[in-house]
Every structure is written in structure tokens, then in C-alpha cells.
């Protein structure tokens, strides 16, 4: 989902200006997060990192994630296991060192934030490893 960027109409009720410019389907405060496929921010998003903002909360969850575990890495035999038998060879979601169901990176660095596998604290989205 996408954070719609709101602005307060007149009325004291809010609306996104890229959805609604003439702000005619307002909202209340409470029910201001929509999504937003007009947002600047998505935009910005998918041009310069190549994936939504979506993926970048599900990247930045895996980091806090691995954070708060206190930055535990697979070995790096068992990150090139994992690419090699469930990855490379058999998963759809998988193109270009990304996997297409999280957004995030799926590589054989032997960077953590580079590579979700080598986060000992993540797993495949569809459950393969």
C-alpha cells in the first residue's frame, strides 16, 4: 500500500491531490492512508530503486528485523545453497537477484544488506527456504 500525501480541505475532512485534485472525495483523519497509485513518492520510488514503496517496507521490516536479533548471518555456503536449490533453479519469483514476491535482493554477497539471505533472520515469502 501507498501512503497518499493529504492536504485538509475546507470542510476539516482531508484528500490526496494526486488522487483528487478538486479534493471531492475527502476523508476522514482517521481513514487518510489509502493507496495511492498516483503518489509522487511511489513514483520516485519505483524510478530510482526499481521497486515500490511497498517493497522498500518489506526491506526495511527484514532490517529491523535483523536488528533486533542482533545481526545474526547465514554461512556463506549455506546463502549459496539456498540460491542454488531454491532460487536460481526453481522459483518463479526470481529474476535479476530479486525476488519479485518481497522486492528484496537474493544474491550471493556476502554483504547482509545486500542479500536477505544472509539475514539469519529472514525467509523465502513463499516458503521455500
Known sequence: MTICI???????????PNCDPDGRRTVPIQNSIRS?????????????????????????AALV??????FPVRSQAEVEQILHDHCN???EAFADGRCSECGCRVN???????????MATEKCPKGRW
Open 108 to 118: 550471493a554477497s556476502r554483504l547482509a544488506v545486500a542479500n536477505k539471505i544472509k
Open 6 to 16: 493529504f492536504s485538509r480541505h475546507p470542510s476539516g475532512r482531508y484528500y490526496c
Open 65 to 70: 528485523r535483523w536488528a533486533a536479533a542482533g
Open 89 to 91: 533453479a526453481s522459483c
Open 36 to 60: 495511492c497509485p498516483n503518489s509522487p513518492m511511489d513514483r520516485i520510488a519505483s524510478e530510482k530503486l526499481g521497486v515500490g514503496l511497498e517493497e522498500v517496507g518489506h526491506y526495511a
